[in-house]
Structures are given as structure tokens and as C-alpha cells.
């Protein structure tokens, strides 16, 4: 499950891809011009963006130049109908890491995304396989085990788990785990979170014992391992 930032001004393809990519297990923020781009990336991190050359306002380019003059790494694919080999030169010597001609297949776009994930995970030395206690996650393929046995966890409940299990004890507030599982532009709200948490507790820790709720406070997932 990765965060990824989408910029598109062609609404009826932002709708198709986001679509895939969530269906995909991906969280998904979509925007509609350069300077919406910029604005979401100087106060969110982001696994991935996908960039259409051609924005309005600031141009795909340019969101490119900024980002990697402000020293961000994330990995950047951007997709456009530009496809001159010169214009792909343009494209990668900017800082983009892949390029992607229109009209494309999902499956394409799928491929692409998977591999510019799993290299930001080998560069960035990021499990793909997590344990507490006897839970274990996968989150390549994402699956969930808890003593050898799947366990079987809808989108939010994968997300939440995975957040709560690379930041094992540690307290967060609900507004931070919502913020980090849920979409900047979503609607949640912390019954959401609680339903959430109470769903896992079921699934993964009906004795209670590792992920807890800090009265006042937030939430926590224990590791004493």
C-alpha cells in the first residue's frame, strides 16, 4: 500500500486511475493542476507521483524541476501523449524515473507503479514483511497472517495495521492516524477510525493485547519484542 499523489487535468482519466490504483490497495490524492501539485507535496509525503505533462497552471515539468530542486527523491512517473524521444529525454533529464506515452493500458500503468515502488523499498532498506507478535504482513502481496492462519482485511483495516506496525510504540492521536490512512480530502471522521480499530482488535488481537487505546490520548500498537 503506497500514498500516491495523482495530477491529472483530464477528469474522466484521474477517475479511471484512481479507480485501478485503489482497487490496487493504493491510497490515491487526485489534483488538477501544477500548483495544486506543489501546494499537496510542501505539506504531504508522498510514495509516488504520477504527473500529466501537460497541467494547467504549472506544467508536469515544472512540478518535476521544483520538487527535485527542493531535494525530494520521491519517485516520479509522469504520463503525456508527448512521445518524441526527445521529449522523453526532456521528461527523465528533469528527474521524472519513468515515462508513460497515452493512450495506455492499466495493466501498464500497474506495472510501472509496482516497480518504482519496490525500488524506492530497496533504496530505502523498508520491510516488506512486518511481525509483532504472531501477526505477520506481507506487504507486497498484501496479506495478513496471525499464527500461520490468513486473515482476511479490507482496504482501511490493511492501512491502518500497516501504519500501526512500522510505528510500534508509539502513540498517535486520531487526527494523525487519519491523516496518514485516510485521504487529505476525505470526509472521515474518528468514528470512522474507531470502527476501524475495533474491526482489527477482532480480527488480529481480541485479547487485547498490543493494540491499545491511550485514554485522552490515542492509540497504540505494543511490541514488546
Keep these: 500500500m503506497a500514498k500516491i499523489l495523482l495530477a491529472e487535468d483530464d477528469q474522466d482519466l484521474s477517475s479511471v486511475v484512481r479507480r ?25 509525503d508522498y510514495d509516488l507521483l504520477i504527473l500529466d505533462w501537460d497541467l494547467p497552471g504549472r506544467s508536469g515539468i515544472d512540478v518535476i524541476s521544483e520538487v527535485r530542486g527542493a531535494g525530494k527523491v520521491n519517485p516520479i512517473l509522469i504520463i503525456t501523449g508527448k512521445s518524441s524521444a526527445r521529449e522523453k529525454t526532456i521528461g527523465l533529464d528533469t528527474g521524472a524515473d519513468d515515462y508513460l506515452t497515452k493512450p495506455f493500458v492499466l495493466e501498464e500503468l500497474g506495472a510501472r507503479v509496482r ?4 525500488r524506492k523499498q530497496e533504496y530505502s532498506g523498508i520491510p516488506t514483511n512486518m511481525l509483532v507478535h504472531a501477526i505477520v504482513m506481507d506487504t507486497a502481496r498484501h ?4 499464527g ?14 500497516e501504519f500501526l ?5 508509539r502513540v498517535f492521536t486520531p487526527e494523525t492516524l487519519l491523516a496518514a490512512v485516510w485521504p487529505s480530502d476525505s470526509s472521515a471522521t474518528t468514528e470512522a477510525l474507531r470502527s476501524t480499530i475495533k474491526r482489527l482488535r477482532k480480527k488480529l488481537d481480541p485479547e487485547g493485547r498490543i493494540i491499545k487505546t491511550v485514554h485522552g490520548v490515542g492509540y497504540i500498537l505494543e511490541n514488546e519484542d
Design 115 to 118: 516497480a518504482l515502488l519496490r
Design 148 to 161: 500461520g492462519q490468513p486473515v482476511d482485511l479490507l482496504p482501511k483495516e490493511f492501512q491502518l495495521m
Design 165 to 169: 506496525m512500522s510505528n510500534t510504540n
Design 20 to 44: 485501478y490504483l485503489i482497487f490496487e490497495h493504493h491510497r490515491v490524492e487526485c489534483v488538477t493542476d501544477g500548483e495544486e501539485a506543489l501546494c499537496r507535496l510542501r505539506v504531504s
Design 143 to 146: 496479506r495478513v497472517k496471525k
